[in-house]
């Protein structure tokens, strides 16, 4: 929230410094070119800064891993059950995927720490689960992961 809560605040600020430059243009027009309050929104506005930190955009970039056995699609299984509207599901909810007996009494709630703790380490939070993957072991990757399954609803 606090990431995307910034351009606008920058934009805010960008459109106040336009209007004030108009205003003060018959006095002042020389100074308002280099005037640094007015320049510096400008560049916070840049796309590529911006894509660089979006961590939604580097989650969805992420999902690669999980792609090959998940899908997003709601009802559509692959070697995994589909992650759509995972957030804030209870575990093993899917009626129509077959999980392993581990899962089916994990009895877990897929909150961010949840889903954070199992991307860490499958194995290490639903023993004898089987989901073949080693871990995400950067804790801004899963971060930013779970903030692409969010949007997945
Ligand atoms: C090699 C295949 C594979 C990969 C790669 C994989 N998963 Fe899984 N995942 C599974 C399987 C299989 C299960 C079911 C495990 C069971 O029933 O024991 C599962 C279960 C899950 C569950 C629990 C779903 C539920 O309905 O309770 C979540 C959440 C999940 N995976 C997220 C991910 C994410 C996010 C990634 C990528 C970082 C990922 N998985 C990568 C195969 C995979």
């Not at 809560?5 to 410094?17: D, K, M, Y």
């Not at 320049?39 to 660089?52: E, M, R, T, V, W």
Request: net charge positive.
């Amino acid at each position: 929230m606090k990431r995307i809560f910034i351009p606008l605040f920058a934009l805010t600020f960008a459109l106040a410094a336009c209007g004030k430059s108009a205003d003060d243009a018959p006095t002042s027009s020389s100074t308002t070119q280099t005037d640094p309050v007015a320049a510096a929104p400008a560049q916070a506005l840049k796309p590529a800064a911006a894509a660089a930190t979006d961590p939604v955009a580097h989650g969805k970039t992420l999902f690669a891993r999980c792609a090959s056995c998940h899908s997003i699609a709601p009802g559509k299984n692959g070697i995994g059950p589909s992650l759509h509207a995972i957030t804030g599901k209870a575990s093993a909810s899917l009626a129509d995927f077959a999980y392993s007996p581990a899962m089916q009494s994990a009895n877990l709630t897929w909150d961010d720490a949840t889903l954070s703790a199992y991307l860490e380490n499958p194995q290490g939070l639903v023993k004898g689960n089987r989901m073949a993957f080693a871990g995400l072991k950067n804790p801004q990757d899963r971060a930013d992961l779970i903030a692409y399954l969010h949007t997945l609803q």
